[in-house]
């Protein structure tokens, strides 16, 4: 590879590129763990309504244990809804991969993740997750030409 690489390119920010990013990058738990906040708090509010100390704020706790538990049950519908309603939806976003690292520029987000900042990646079957030490970032292989892809996955065996 060029030792000056540059990569460009523009996307959308559409419902499919969020599904993406949802379906490579959370896994979803359902096991009875999950569920343990929204357990907790239906219990003590079902508790405060037996003993009668506040019928308000017994039957607020047991609503937040029910919306705790759809929030887990209908995880990516609710994240995807939140992603749509955001300013950044539908919007174009141009992609840079250069030497020193990956950067995003929009109307309303602008980033960039350098190549010494990123930890690992990891490669998915659509795209790399660029773990950081304190956060997780998707990079969609879907606006990327061959080259590209080629150039994340050295940066990834040079990481190893």
Known sequence: MN?????????????????????????????????????????????????????????FLIALGVLEALNIRYKKPWWLLRQMMSKAANNEVTLTIDTKGISNDSFYVKGTILWQDIVSIKETEQGFLLNQSKTVSYLSKRSLDDEAIAFVVSKSSREA
């Not at 490579?24 to 096991?31: G, L």
């Open 3 to 59: 030792s000056e690489y540059s990569y460009t390119t523009q996307y959308t920010l559409d419902k499919s590129h969020f599904s993406e990013c949802f379906d490579e990058s959370v896994i979803i738990d359902t096991s009875i763990r999950a569920y343990r906040k929204a357990i907790i708090f239906t219990l003590i509010g079902v508790l405060l309504l037996l003993t009668g100390i506040n019928a308000y704020a017994s039957w």
